[in-house]
């Protein structure tokens, strides 16, 4: 059973924090496994739990059925080749908003606010759903079409171990944001450098 009041100290509040905004992140990434695991633990009380909260509904099996129904449509339009640019744009409000929802639920859960977490939610999950874009995308583009479905594979594992350790370790959430900010940033940078040799080449 989960207060009502919030309960913890300042360390309580950060891991709370952590953990929120690792599972948003691992959510950016890629939108399904993540939430499906918080919501599975979290039905069974382990690391985390919604009940009592504002989003209980996040370990309802109508939730994981939401969940599960919106990973199946992203595999077939992926499969009958969607135009790229839209699936992207799908995903990431998808991430965006699983991600406001579960750093909300995480805070909800002690008794703090959610509404904080709606809004660092969607960053984190932004962050780590640019990230991934960065370094899943330009391989992607250039593999065969069952190596890019490796590749998908490869990114829900990712997906899949940053939220558990989200929700097991939330401190170490936050260099996983960290390393997503270094990687965007060195993204950036490298294609700054082409740009620019572009333009001399010319």
Same mark, same amino acid.
């Not at 959610?114 to 660092?120: H, K, S």
């Not at 391989?139 to 929700?167: F, K, M, S």
């Given at each position: 059973?989960?207060?009502?009041?919030?309960?913890?100290?300042?360390?309580?509040?950060?891991?709370?924090?952590?953990?929120?905004?690792?599972?948003?992140?691992?959510?950016?990434?890629?939108?399904?496994?993540?939430?499906?695991?918080?919501?599975?633990?979290?039905?069974?009380?382990?690391?985390?739990?919604?009940?009592?909260?504002?989003? #209980?509904? !996040?370990? $309802?099996?109508?939730?994981?059925?939401?969940? +599960? /129904? &919106? @990973?199946?449509? *992203?595999?077939? %339009?992926?499969?009958?080749?969607?135009?790229?640019?839209?699936?992207?744009?799908?995903?990431?409000?998808?991430?965006?908003?699983?991600?406001?929802?579960?750093?909300?639920?995480?805070?909800?859960?002690?008794?703090?606010?959610?509404?904080?977490?709606?809004?660092?939610?969607?960053?984190?999950?932004?962050?780590?759903?640019?990230?991934?874009?960065?370094?899943?995308?330009?391989?992607?583009?250039?593999?065969?079409?069952?190596? #890019?479905? !490796?590749? $998908?594979?490869?990114?829900?594992?990712?997906? +899949? /171990? &940053? @939220?558990?350790? *989200?929700?097991? %370790?939330?401190?170490?959430?936050?260099?996983?944001?960290?390393?997503?900010?270094?990687?965007?940033?060195?993204?950036?940078?490298?294609?700054?450098?082409?740009?620019?040799?572009?333009?001399?080449?010319?």
């Amino acid at each position: 059973m989960r207060p009502s009041e919030p309960t913890g100290t300042i360390i309580s509040l950060f891991l709370d924090i952590g953990q929120g905004a690792g599972l948003a992140g691992a959510t950016g990434v890629r939108p399904f496994l993540p939430p499906l695991l918080a919501g599975g633990l979290a039905l069974g009380d382990v690391g985390l739990d919604f009940d009592r909260t504002a989003y #209980a509904f !996040l370990e $309802t099996p109508f939730f994981f059925g939401v969940v +599960l /129904a &919106l @990973a199946v449509l *992203a595999l077939v %339009l992926d499969r009958r080749r969607a135009r790229e640019s839209l699936l992207d744009v799908g995903l990431g409000v998808v991430a965006a908003s699983l991600g406001a929802l579960l750093f909300a639920g995480s805070l909800a859960a002690n008794g703090y606010p959610g509404w904080p977490g709606l809004v660092g939610g969607i960053a984190c999950a932004l962050l780590g759903y640019l990230a991934g874009r960065a370094l899943f995308v330009g391989a992607r583009r250039r593999l065969e079409p069952g190596a #890019a479905t !490796l590749l $998908t594979l490869y990114a829900d594992a990712i997906a +899949l /171990a &940053l @939220a558990a350790v *989200a929700i097991f %370790l939330p401190p170490l959430s936050l260099l996983a944001l960290v390393a997503f900010a270094i990687l965007l940033l060195r993204s950036r940078r490298a294609r700054g450098r082409k740009f620019e040799g572009l333009r001399i080449l010319r």
